[in-house]
């Protein structure tokens, strides 16, 4: 850049952010993500202002396996919400694996071709981090200031491969799975526990030859969703078909999240689970942070390699080597 632009203050940012500022609000994102100490005071100091003027939207977690049709189903399903319900989407995405694919998801602009240039969407690629909860940690930051700016419909992508539907699931209030006609959630690699924590199951791509395929799809899992224990929610999971090529089913699907967002606002669980969901995210932070100011100590890091090659070799026991660290750093015994 030929000349430094001077940094905007939290005050002028929270400003652009609740007026809807898209640019802005990226680079608050920016700041979300940054590793730096000032960016992180910025922006922590941003979310504070905006938080009251957050959380209202409803968060939907989106997986699949890849090749599904996720970011198709995105496409679509996001226009549906803008064009005929009047809704302002944002779309972020939890990729553990973009950092060394350089963001499988939603790097590539071109899948949501529509969506991305839509001035009533808003779409992030997943932020590249060390670890899932790091990973998790920007993303729940980024919806926070994304409702700030207005957008009442949060989509969180997810791979259903891995770990990170978990986060996901830790971080909405409604999780679509999607799958494809004619293989078992196994063969698509999705795990029995995915199945259990969808609130919704659609079977994409019932189009075409796939059609009947997709519909007896849809039979089998409304029967398997009928075997899983009772949801907390009170929610009875359901089973439908869609295209996202086709743009079939997609209304249905809407109907059906506000459905459920009627239920759980009338049952009292809306409000529940968001503050269990904040709890969880407070002590995860704070194990995290804990984590951190250990590993980072010059103390500990100094001795720690000696004290692992202690343990191999089998010359100190794991406990002992572990609370000695812990003396270390709290300058007490651990006990
Ligand atoms: P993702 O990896 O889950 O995000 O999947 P994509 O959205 O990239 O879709 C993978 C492929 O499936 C692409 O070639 C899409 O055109 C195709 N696809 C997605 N949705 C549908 C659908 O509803 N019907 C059909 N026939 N193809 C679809």
């Not at 100490?37 to 957050?54: F, M, N, V």
Request: charged share 25%; aromatic share 6%; net charge positive.
């Amino acid at each position: 850049m030929a000349f430094n632009k001077k940094q905007k203050t939290a005050a002028e940012y929270v400003e652009a952010i609740l007026r809807g500022d898209r640019i802005l609000l990226g680079r608050a994102i920016t700041l979300v993500e940054s590793k730096k100490a000032e960016h992180q005071k910025l922006a922590q100091e941003i979310i504070e202002k905006c938080l009251p003027r957050s959380g209202n939207s409803i968060r939907i977690g989106i997986t699949g396996s890849p090749g599904v049709g996720k970011s198709s189903f995105i496409e679509t399903f996001g226009t549906y919400l803008i064009e005929k319900q009047k809704r302002r989407p944002a779309v972020l995405a939890i990729d553990p694996s973009s950092q060394v694919s350089r963001g499988s998801i939603l790097g590539d602009k071109m899948r949501m071709e529509k969506l991305s240039t839509n001035d009533h969407a808003f779409i992030r690629p997943s932020p590249a981090g060390t670890s899932l909860g790091g990973v998790a940690a920007k993303t729940r930051e980024t919806m926070l200031l994304c409702e700030a700016a207005g957008f009442d419909t949060i989509l969180i992508e997810t791979v259903g491969v891995g770990q990170s539907e978990v986060a996901v699931h830790g971080m909405v209030d409604f999780f679509l799975l999607l799958l494809l006609p004619g293989a078992g959630d196994e063969l698509q690699g999705i795990k029995r526990g995915i199945v259990e924590m969808a609130d919704l199951i659609a079977i994409n791509k019932a189009d075409g030859e796939r059609t009947a395929l997709a519909k007896s799809a849809r039979k089998d899992y409304a029967q398997a969703l009928h075997l899983f224990p009772p949801k907390e929610s009170g929610w009875t999971p359901k089973a439908v078909t869609c295209s996202a090529l086709q743009k079939d089913g997609i209304e249905n699907i809407w109907k059906l999240i506000l459905d459920f967002q009627k239920q759980i606002n009338e049952s009292g669980w809306f409000k529940n689970n968001r503050q269990q969901q904040a709890k969880n995210w407070f002590y995860d932070l704070l194990e995290q942070g804990l984590k951190r100011l250990f590993f980072t100590k010059k103390e500990i890091a100094e001795k720690l390699q000696s004290v692992e090659n202690e343990v191999l070799e089998g010359r100190l026991a794991a406990s002992k080597a572990a609370n000695g660290l812990l003396e270390l750093f709290t300058n007490k015994p651990p006990f």
